[in-house]
């Protein structure tokens, strides 16, 4: 019998009893944080249990932690290998991707550490994946992910006409192979440049139509194959691929009669609200009109709507042309669709009779060269990896170099680097929380946590922490700011999270028998022998430096010596002290130094 096994029964009642706790004190910090916390955010508390341990309820209801998670202010930048394991990647992986690897790349100072790192992880081909490959083999071995290696053609034609059950089958390869990554791959950026890109062409695919049927190919074709590239080279791909088609309904798009592409690409994709100049002025009326007009207004959206008229899909959906019966699901130009007539966008007047798709193609090279566009792009990226408010001085260096790497295969890494090298960088920190995803993927790294994502038992605790995978229904993504993830809900949430991993409650009935979809070997982890070598270990293990309050250090070593002084040395053997060691480690989860990036 495995150590989580043995003492589950014990370690339930103990989460059900905290979890009343938790509930009630999250809903008294939330009066005293207003809008930060919101009151009516505050769960139920569960039904408690009989013969819970003593201290129990305190080991996951650790109000000590909240005024800390709640306070968002610039502090004092912890060093650099810190910074960079929990901002440019899902955290720490003991062994093999942890703090010491960071002070151990070459340079004299961690500025030519971070240079020697970030150049590493931005050619992510070069990297080595022994783990993730081996993960990979497993998964394909046992046949969980068998959209994984089709075409976008194959995936279409074996799962688009099967009645609908299988037509999410390669959304949840995605889903699986995105959380191996996460947690196993080395090339830590580009996972979270992949994520990035994700979330900027933002497509809800999970409503059992075309985006989930050709999900694999959008997310290796489209989405990874241009994460580091060029951006009017990702247009492009973005727009011609079935899932953003049918997401957007261009495939529908006769003469420019759907305009949702064409609005979503100026507001969304491309050059962003904040450069839209409203419904009053005219195209002539914009400022810099017609050789740099500095932004976009409705009829710039109407003329583009017209220019993407006819780009639809080989769907077999319109028997009056030879090309669409071929039901492939693949990109196609309908001639007999498109809007022959001129059109003016941004400026740029286009002549009547367009070869092929020339005009739509015309508008996503206007956009990608707008400066407007790179500000957008630029400022999105700093608050991804710095700071909720980035600041103007580096939108514009960073917007700069976007535009002067126009045409290089390489324009969004040289950007990214100029970004990560700055100062603003280097110097900024606790003005970012983590989203669910990078502090779910964090906890499951740093503690070498046995995860097999091809179980629907992590997503049913995962979803839980709302933002479950390419599941956002409006075209923006989800949000990327503290105040939207910061509520009794969401800390909760997190909470049971880090409990239910700890204590190995992420299992799952299959094939008659209980499996263990995620399990911490905890006791052959924990460092040292006295409860204060033990706390400090896990600690430094997870967090890279030594709690900044002491008064939290001091609430680990309460919990874990149950009133025994720190130089205590435990016995490890009893199931008593190893339920307490998983509820401490599970608190550093909890801690406001794991919670900011």
Sequence with gaps: MSDVTSHKTLDRRALLKGAALTA???????????????????????????????????????????????????QTPPEMAVIVLNRLAYGPR????????????PGATDADKLVAWVDWQLNPTAIPEPEFDSVLARLQTANVIPSYPKTQTQQWV???NTGGADRTRPLEDVRTLTVARAVFSRRQLYEMMVEFWHNHFTIYAWDYSYASTTWMAYDRDV???????????????????????????NYLNDQ?????????????????????????????????????PTGYVDADVYEAARAFAGWRVRDGMWPYDAQVQLDNGTYYFYPDWRDRFQKTVLGQFM???????????????????????????????????????????????????????AAAPNQIALTLRHILLSDDFKTTWGMKFKRPFEYAMGILRSTLAATYPEFDALYWNYDDLNQPMFAWRPPNGYPDVASAWINTNGLLTRWNFANRTMLGYIDQWVNGATVNVVEVDIIGQTPGNTIAEMVDGWVLKVLGRPL?????????????????????VPNKNTNEFRARLRHTVALIYMTSEWQWR
């Excluded at 994709?269 to 419904?279: I, R, T, V």
């Excluded at 020339?358 to 608050?383: E, M, N, S, W, Y």
Aim: a negative charge; proline letters at 7%; aromatic letters at 8%.
């Design 351 to 405: 002549t009547a009779d367009p070869a092929s798709d020339a005009h739509g193609r015309q508008v996503l090279d206007l956009i990608a060269a707008h400066p407007g566009t790179a500000r957008f792009i630029c400022r999105k990226l700093i608050r991804r990896f710095i700071t909720d408010t980035p600041g103007e001085a580096l939108v514009e260096s960073a917007a700069a170099v976007f535009i002067a790497n």
């Design 256 to 292: 420019g009669s759907n305009e949702n592409w064409a609005r979503e690409l100026f507001e969304v994709y491309g050059m962003g609200a904040e450069n839209y100049l409203g419904s009053a002025l005219q195209q002539s009326q914009v400022p810099g009109y017609p050789t740099a």
């Design 158 to 160: 074996d799962y688009m």
């Design 94 to 105: 003991p062994g093999a991707f942890d703090y010491s690897s960071f002070r151990a790349m």
């Design 548 to 568: 900044s309050n002491s008064a939290h250090r001091d609430e680990l070593l309460r919990i874990l010596g149950n009133g025994a002084a720190p130089n205590t």
């Design 24 to 74: 009630a004190s999250l809903a008294a910090v939330a009066a005293r944080h207003g809008s930060a916390l919101a009151q009516d955010d505050a769960p139920e508390a569960p039904a408690t249990g009989p013969d819970v341990p003593a201290g129990a309820a305190e080991e996951s209801g650790p109000t000590i932690f909240l005024d800390s998670i709640t306070n968002l202010t610039p």
């Design 223 to 249: 989405i990874r194959a241009n994460a580091l590239g060029n951006f009017r080279t990702f247009l492009e791909a973005v727009a011609k691929s079935p899932a953003m088609l049918f997401y957007m309904d």
